[in-house]
């Protein structure tokens, strides 16, 4: 699944829109957000991480790094 698509189910999920969720980073942040900009970030996958985590953190979740695997050692 694509970070738009994880959003997207997500906000479905709490019955919560675009708006809303763009006034309360506008809120947290003091940057202006819209329901415009945060829709074209996720369809030009061009959201940020910090924006992503202060996504999932408005919505009641928390992102991170789950290792699913070891890495190469020498």
């Not at 999920?13 to 202006?32: C, P, V, W, Y």
């Not at 957000?33 to 996504?55: D, F, G, H, P, V």
Request: avoid cysteine.
């Amino acid at each position: 699944m694509s970070v738009r698509k994880d959003i997207k189910a997500i906000l479905f999920e709490n019955d919560i829109s675009i708006t809303q969720i763009a006034r309360e980073l506008s809120k947290i942040t003091g940057k202006h957000y819209s329901q415009s900009n945060i829709s074209q970030k996720l369809m030009r996958k061009t959201l940020k991480y910090e924006e992503a985590k202060l996504i999932g953190s408005i919505l009641g979740y928390e992102l991170k790094f789950v290792r699913t695997k070891s890495y190469m050692q020498d």
